[in-house]
């Protein structure tokens, strides 16, 4: 599994963010009386990547081949200059002496360490490892993301931390999401497995394994990844009611009676009961959805679809959820109108549904239900509060899905 990387540009307040963030991880992976301005003994040393203003990565010094294979597996680039960019840093941390040179900025810990994550997770897997840290962008569910790595180089598995409320809520809900994909019998999809979970200092902790991500990559068909999601849309059952009498709707509706006391809250919950009084009777079918299946939370390999960042698997949502999630956040990355993006993805939801025998209206229903989902997230997530590029829906989202609503 992969680091998820996000499709937004590096803004300058997010540059800023980042190294807020860097320290609080910091502190927390390696809590007092760890310090980052101490001479010895030395826990562990990092390179940060590409450098302190802007921390992406830090990658452990430990060896040449452990830093080289930190970078070559934290993350899965979306651009050929990604690409590009990923590879020099390889090529520097394998260089005796250039590392020095082009990453220059530093991170030494010192202090006990039977204290630290490192020493918690060596006991846990039973062998010696270090790690690589991920360091996101401003969202109201980041979290510490580890990778860890054999002293050969080999990617034993990536950790998540739940730090918080939300944080927490979501390291359980993939840990046991994993666990049931585990015994469905997906044959489409690979899906990491569960290495370990437990709490360190109070922080929700789940070790899962590595997927081969180094193995040669195949072109994505249309038709492999709609077979693909059709496979997880039924791998927990399907079932069939009308929208205002289905168990989804009464989810979806406490869902945002929680989220009403906000201005945006008060208006997705307007236009949410006004597509349920006029496509209340559609029949639909309901199943599970990856929840956030996109173009960076996959790879294409021949024989199977790797894919990654189950935090958000749920059950009985309209079929055909992730279809049109994927194409939204595929377009959302090649451009900056998200609002163009969205009505782009409507336009063609009709041909995205038709794979999961979603047609005429209840394509259509279907779309916008899909759009009142995520925006539900994004208001109980406070992605906005968080700074995430996308969190303000009034720019983007909400617009959209009013007009079609009234339109209908």
Same mark, same amino acid.
């Not at 790797?306 to 935090?311: A, G, K, N, P, Q």
């Given at each position: 599994?992969?680091?998820?990387?996000?499709?937004? @540009?590096?803004?300058?307040?997010?540059?800023?963010?980042?190294?807020?963030?860097? /320290?609080? =991880?910091?502190?927390?992976?390696?809590?007092?009386?760890?310090?980052?301005?101490?001479?010895?003994?030395? %826990?562990? /040393?990092? =390179?940060?990547?590409?450098?302190?203003?802007?921390?992406?990565l830090?990658?452990?010094?430990?060896?040449?081949?452990v830093?080289?294979?930190?970078?070559?597996?934290?993350?899965?680039?979306? &651009?050929? =200059?990604?690409?590009?960019?990923?590879?020099?840093? %390889?090529?520097?941390?394998?260089?005796?002496?250039?590392?020095?040179?082009?990453?220059?900025?530093?991170?030494?810990?010192?202090?006990?360490?039977?204290?630290?994550?490192?020493?918690?997770?060596? !006991?846990?897997l039973?062998?010696?490892?270090?790690?690589?840290?991920?360091?996101g962008?401003?969202r109201?569910?980041?979290?510490?993301?580890?990778?860890?790595?054999?002293?050969?180089? /080999?990617?034993?598995?990536?950790?998540?931390?739940?730090?918080?409320?939300?944080?927490r809520r979501?390291?359980?809900?993939?840990?046991?999401?994993? &666990? !049931?994909?585990?015994?469905v019998?997906?044959?489409?999809?690979?899906?990491?497995?569960?290495?370990?979970?437990?709490?360190?200092?109070?922080?929700?902790?789940?070790?899962q394994?590595?997927?081969?991500?180094?193995?040669?990559?195949?072109?994505?068909?249309?038709?492999?990844?709609?077979?693909?999601?059709?496979?997880?849309?039924?791998?927990?059952?399907?079932?069939?009611s009308?929208?205002?009498?289905?168990?989804?709707?009464?989810?979806?509706?406490?869902?945002?009676?929680?989220?009403?006391?906000?201005?945006?809250?008060?208006?997705?919950?307007?236009?949410? @009961?006004?597509?349920?009084?006029?496509?209340?009777? %559609?029949?639909?079918?309901?199943?599970?959805?990856?929840?956030?299946? &996109?173009?960076?939370?996959?790879?294409?390999?021949?024989?199977?679809?790797? %894919?990654?960042?189950?935090?958000?698997?749920?059950?009985?949502?309209?079929?055909?959820?992730?279809?049109?999630?994927?194409?939204?956040? @595929?377009?959302?990355?090649?451009?900056?109108d998200?609002?163009?993006?969205?009505? !782009?993805?409507?336009?063609?939801?009709?041909?995205?549904?038709?794979?999961?025998?979603?047609?005429?209206?209840?394509?259509?229903?279907?779309?916008?239900?899909?759009?009142?989902?995520?925006?539900?997230?994004?208001?109980?997530?406070r992605?906005?509060?968080?700074?995430?590029?996308?969190?303000?829906?009034?720019?983007?989202?909400?617009? =959209?899905?009013?007009?079609?609503?009234?339109?209908?």
């Amino acid at each position: 599994m992969p680091v998820k990387t996000a499709p937004a @540009r590096l803004t300058a307040g997010d540059a800023d963010l980042r190294a807020q963030f860097l /320290e609080e =991880v910091l502190r927390l992976l390696y809590p007092e009386p760890c310090t980052t301005r101490g001479k010895s003994p030395v %826990v562990t /040393e990092y =390179v940060v990547v590409p450098d302190a203003r802007r921390p992406r990565l830090l990658v452990p010094t430990r060896s040449r081949r452990v830093a080289a294979a930190a970078v070559r597996r934290y993350a899965e680039p979306q &651009s050929r =200059v990604a690409r590009l960019k990923r590879d020099a840093v %390889v090529a520097a941390l394998r260089t005796p002496g250039a590392a020095s040179v082009l990453l220059r900025h530093r991170v030494r810990i010192c202090g006990p360490a039977g204290e630290t994550i490192d020493g918690y997770l060596r !006991a846990a897997l039973g062998t010696d490892l270090a790690l690589s840290v991920h360091i996101g962008p401003a969202r109201a569910n980041r979290k510490p993301v580890l990778q860890l790595i054999a002293p050969d180089g /080999e990617t034993l598995g990536f950790a998540k931390l739940g730090t918080g409320p939300l944080t927490r809520r979501l390291v359980r809900a993939e840990t046991t999401a994993l &666990s !049931a994909l585990s015994h469905v019998g997906i044959r489409d999809v690979t899906v990491p497995r569960v290495l370990h979970t437990g709490e360190w200092r109070g922080h929700q902790v789940l070790v899962q394994s590595p997927l081969p991500v180094w193995r040669p990559r195949a072109p994505l068909a249309a038709d492999r990844l709609a077979a693909a999601m059709r496979e997880v849309a039924g791998c927990c059952g399907t079932s069939r009611s009308w929208l205002a009498t289905s168990p989804y709707w009464a989810e979806l509706r406490d869902r945002l009676d929680a989220v009403a006391d906000r201005p945006e809250g008060a208006a997705l919950g307007t236009a949410a @009961r006004t597509l349920v009084e006029r496509g209340g009777d %559609v029949d639909l079918r309901y199943g599970a959805w990856h929840g956030d299946w &996109s173009p960076w939370n996959m790879a294409t390999l021949a024989d199977t679809l790797l %894919v990654w960042d189950w935090e958000r698997f749920t059950t009985g949502v309209p079929l055909g959820f992730d279809a049109v999630h994927y194409d939204l956040q @595929r377009r959302i990355q090649s451009t900056s109108d998200a609002e163009a993006a969205v009505e !782009a993805t409507l336009g063609v939801a009709a041909a995205l549904l038709r794979p999961f025998e979603v047609t005429g209206a209840a394509a259509r229903l279907t779309a916008l239900l899909y759009l009142v989902d995520l925006a539900a997230r994004y208001l109980a997530d406070r992605q906005a509060e968080a700074g995430a590029r996308l969190g303000v829906l009034g720019t983007w989202l909400l617009p =959209v899905l009013v007009r079609r609503v009234a339109a209908l």
